[in-house]
Every structure is written in C-alpha cells, then in structure tokens.
C-alpha cells in the first residue's frame, strides 16, 4: 500500500495528456469488455459499478439501498455514457464521459492537496495522475 498526493492540476494535467489518458482510458474500457464485442453493454457497466460499491458504501459502511433504486441510478449513469442513446457504449463515448468525469474531479479539488491510500496493484485514473506527475518531476517525461 502507498500514499499519493494529488490536486486539481495533478488530475487535469493527466486528463490534457493525450496519449496517457487515451492509453489509460482504453484500458480500463479493455478490461469491462467482457465479452470483447468493442462496446460496453449496460449489464457490463452495471457490473464494473457493483463491483466498485460506489453506491452501496458510505466512508466505508455498508448502506441500504433498495434495489430498484440502484438500477434507477446504474440506468441513469448509463445513459450518461451512451452519448448516441444507441444501447451501448463505444471507446470514443466512454473517453468523452469519462474526461469529463475526471475534470470535474480536478474541478472538485482545485489546488487543496489531498492523500489517498492506494493499493500498490490499484490502477485508478488518480493512481495514474500522481504517477504522470511524479515522473515529469523526476525527469523521467511520459
């Protein structure tokens, strides 16, 4: 386990970064893929947010949720998701939601740094910001 240290500029100067947030991005759409069809169906999104627990933690304690509740939220960010509203979502849809996700993170936190524990196999967007920013710090570039 470690610590990283992010702020805003932390997360928007990976998300303005464009070879490492596509590159990061289209593998993590990869990895929900299941079934490897190149579009994510609304049962496999539903499965990546499950099994994050966004929803059904609050600081770390379980919470109850009632069902339909949960899929009225899960359908909701879908259709979020699904730019064209066609029943899936493509590489491009997923990069566009997810850039302005991860922009209005960086909004969000501003230039208040923040620690988080993380995983040392953990392969989240911040992991992968604080990691950007380290090596142009180290000189080490992209």
């Known amino acids: ?4 240290i992010i702020d805003g500029s932390t997360v928007r100067d990976f998300v303005n970064d464009d070879v490492q947030f596509k590159t990061s991005v ?15 169906s609304r ?7 499950e099994s994050m627990r966004l929803l059904e933690t609050h600081f ?4 109850a949720t009632p069902p339909e509740e949960l899929t009225r939220i899960y359908d909701s960010v879908f259709r979020g998701f699904d730019g064209d509203q066609n029943g899936t979502v493509d590489p491009e849809e997923f990069r ?9 993170v960086a909004d969000g936190l501003g230039s208040s740094p923040i620690q988080m ?3 040392d196999d953990d392969q989240s967007f911040l992991k992968k910001a604080a990691e950007l920013e380290a090596s142009k710090i180290s000189g080490g570039g992209c």
């Open 43 to 49: 049962s496999e999104m539903r499965k990546a947010f």
């Open 96 to 104: 566009s939601e997810m850039k302005k996700i991860m922009l209005a």
């Open 117 to 119: 524990a993380v995983e």
């Open 1 to 4: 386990m470690g610590v990283i």
């Open 26 to 40: 289209d593998a993590q759409f990869t990895a929900l893929d299941v079934n490897n069809d190149g579009v994510l």
């Open 60 to 63: 770390g304690v379980d919470t």
